[in-house]
């Protein structure tokens, strides 16, 4: 751990002794997004612009790589020094990793824009970076080739230097970067083989790791300027409530207090410190304007989505005559099913330190996944062009969707103008989770046709809810239809002969969000817990109807049997312990897991969860494993125990002591077994995620008999 932060300091030191001069941009062609309509651009005209990856390398040989991706603890950051590390032939302990700034060379996904999300942080730059990363090596070839009076033919690069092997000579990266930044940049470099490559798909230890084991590492929160102050913001407790006044007086015997400054939705407070400007958050008296909302609960707001299900919704998807397939059925079975909202629940709370420069130019610190939309949502605020405003992207405590917001970055350029100092500025964790950007509650209905031998002829699956792109993504909504809410469901790879996804448009007060794995989280346990009452009721195993539906596919099919075999589908499992089984498709992976569950006096203990994925082609195995291990427990967490209740139009529970997480006492051991299928590189990040719930849950029917249909688990007793 020392090593590498000697290393890292010495890298900072490198790259701001190369700033002046020894930048090599790097050209590669576009490439279009992997096959997920979700992401794929949504406005008219929207491009994938020409990408341009900056890679600097310093007079010593060091490099310094500008990533497109925020560092949320998912471990992108490493896995692209990884791939430059190879196809440049330079140590990966010789990278340092920066975020670049919003602009044309990193808006490149999600219609133009500049984001970490849908596990596109790998998969979409793998095959740019190592592009870009070819060319560099080919040109620093090159101009090795020039000096040394050579073929480039016979010199490679390796180890940071370019070596002609034939007569021993040899150049560091560092003597040549200058002479190769005035070649060509080659159009179609070639690419290592894999006999060559020293990191990719090798378990490889992450960058980050050693200063957050050590503390050194600064979040949003940790950020200090000279001559800041400290503002704590008070939002409306009912959602979308608006400030109609405050009382200024009711915290004047604080000390430290500077200011209050007004904000549509509540009041910051400006203070010498955070713990001044704490107390006075709590202790501010405030009035908000009565909403529409302000009698709504959970129970009503539930049975809105359920009324919306006898309405007719938006089809997607319609393939055969569904209709005429349930008449003619042998046996319909059909079941409701029902998640809440849920908060993301980030240790570190939305926070940004704002400075407005005495040239009008602003600068923001902050952990956020969308660097466009923090600066869009400052410029309208300020009232300034965008490009004045400069973004330092810090590492994030937790991310999930949470840190597209851009709440925290807006409230504090506000405060910093009114009270004309650099402030830092953080959202209590009241108001994180209590005015939170959460995952929509939905409902699905769902109907399942068999014939006289039990097999699948129809499939219905209606959802009901608010949409996650409601707020997010307006333009995404057409006709009233969120394609996150049959996210998962409309392109499954499971054939039921006729099959129709449908969606009806409920708006609750609450903000709905984009959530870990979005809609593949809910959707994955409607689909995936349903089969199995559909097993059932063909007196077929679980397994069996899944390898029935998938028979036609022999990649699904390998992961669904990977995750059987290895958990020990079949066999005799220990005592009291009992298996469920799913298989959820998302963000270009194919995942299937095994949960063994017990459940002792209606305790669910979950022991292990078995993880088969099929990613493609993959970078860092040890990522993906880490990846597996949190995407499972923090779906398990969810499903067991999470859940934001609503009364009297706000949330029930503001902390974590309503706000019930997994502890690390209930974590199961997660076994992960990475497929590698050749095919287009998948995403790692979510794809773990929505299997989960379902497999849990599964093997909870099978430990008790009892159909757990509305999450959390909590609610249900399981008692027998």
């Not at 069996?544 to 049997?561: G, I, K, S, T």
């Amino acid at each position: 751990m020392t090593e590498l932060s000697l290393s890292r300091r010495g890298a900072l030191k490198a790259a701001s002794a190369a700033a002046a001069a020894l930048v090599l941009p790097i050209f590669a062609e576009a490439q279009q997004l992997p096959n997920d309509r979700l992401f794929a651009p949504a406005e008219p005209g929207a491009r994938i612009g020409p990408p341009i990856a900056y890679l600097r390398i310093g007079q010593d040989g060091r490099a310094t790589l500008f990533s497109p991706t925020t560092e949320c603890g998912q471990g992108t950051h490493t896995g692209h020094a990884m791939i430059f590390a190879d196809e440049l032939g330079l140590p990966l302990e010789h990278f340092t990793v920066e975020v670049g700034q919003p602009g044309p060379d990193f808006r490149r996904i999600q219609g133009n824009e500049m984001n970490s999300g849908g596990s596109l942080g790998t998969r979409y730059w793998y095959g740019p970076f190592r592009k870009v990363a070819a060319q560099a090596r080919e040109m620093l070839i090159a101009a090795a080739a020039r000096r040394l009076g050579v073929p480039a033919g016979e010199l490679r690069a390796a180890d940071g230097r370019v070596t002609h092997a034939a007569s021993g000579r040899s150049l560091g990266f560092g003597e040549l970067v200058a002479e190769a930044m005035a070649l060509p940049v080659p159009e179609n470099p070639p690419l290592r083989p894999d006999s060559e490559l020293r990191y990719l798909r090798r378990p490889t230890a992450r960058l980050d790791t050693p200063a957050k084991v050590t503390g050194a590492a600064k979040y949003g929160s940790d950020v200090v300027l000279p001559g800041m102050v400290y503002a704590v913001v008070k939002l409306s407790p009912v959602f979308r409530g608006e400030l109609e006044s405050f009382d200024r007086s009711s915290i004047a015997n604080i000390p430290g207090i500077i200011d209050v400054v007004p904000l549509p939705n509540g009041v910051a407070v400006v203070a010498n410190s955070t713990w001044a400007a704490i107390r006075g958050a709590k202790a501010i008296s405030l009035r908000f304007k009565p909403t529409p909302h302000d009698g709504l609960d959970s129970a009503a707001f539930s049975a809105r989505m359920r009324e919306a299900l006898r309405r007719p919704g938006f089809v997607n998807k319609n393939d055969g005559d569904v209709d005429a397939a349930l008449a003619s059925a042998a046996r319909v079975v059909e079941a409701t099913y029902e998640v809440p909202y849920l908060a993301h629940a980030c240790m570190e709370t939305d926070n940004c330190t704002a400075r407005i420069n005495a040239d009008g130019t602003v600068e923001l610190w902050l952990p956020t996944q969308h660097q466009d939309f923090c600066q869009g949502a400052v410029a309208r605020v300020l009232g300034i062009p965008r490009e004045r405003i400069t973004i330092h992207t810090q590492w994030a405590g937790g991310g999930f969707g949470r840190r597209y917001g851009w709440g925290a970055a807006e409230h504090a350029a506000a405060v910093a103008k009114a009270v004309g100092r650099p402030v830092k500025l953080i959202w209590t964790r009241e108001d994180e989770i209590g005015q939170g950007y959460y995952r929509p509650a939905q409902v699905a209905h769902m109907r399942a046709g068999l014939d006289a031998q039990g097999r699948v002829i129809a499939f219905h699956f209606k959802a009901a809810g608010p949409g996650s792109g409601t707020d997010l993504r307006p333009y995404t909504i057409r006709n009233d239809f969120d394609p996150t809410a049959v996210q998962s469901v409309a392109d499954t790879r499971y054939r039921f002969g006729a099959f129709r996804t449908e969606y009806v448009r409920v708006d609750g007060p609450p903000i709905p969000w984009i959530w870990r794995a979005v809609g593949s989280t809910q959707c994955g346990f409607f689909v995936e817990c349903f089969l199995d009452e559909v097993a059932a009721a063909a007196g077929k195993d679980p397994l069996a109807l899944r390898r029935e539906l998938l028979a036609h596919d022999a990649r699904a099919l390998n992961v669904l049997n990977t995750a059987a075999e290895k958990g020990g589908w079949g066999k005799p499992a220990p005592a009291g312990v009992h298996r469920g089984i799913a298989y959820v498709e998302s963000y270009g992976s194919l995942v299937a897991e095994v949960a063994e569950v017990s459940v002792t006096n209606g305790q669910v203990k979950v022991h292990k969860v078995t993880v088969a994925i099929d990613c493609g082609e993959f970078v860092n195995p040890e990522t993906i494993a880490q990846q597996a291990e949190g995407g499972v427990v923090m779906g398990l967490s969810a499903a067991l125990h999470e859940e934001v209740p609503i009364k009297d139009g706000r949330a029930e529970v503001t902390n974590f002591d309503g706000y019930r997480i997994m502890r690390i006492g209930e974590a199961p051991v997660v076994e992960t077994h990475i497929i590698r299928s050749g095919q287009t590189i998948g995403g790692v990040g979510e794809p773990p995620l929505p299997p989960a719930a379902p497999a849990m849950v599964n093997a909870i029917f099978a430990a008790t008999g009892k159909r757990v249909r509305t999450l959390p688990v909590d609610r249900t007793d399981l008692r027998t």
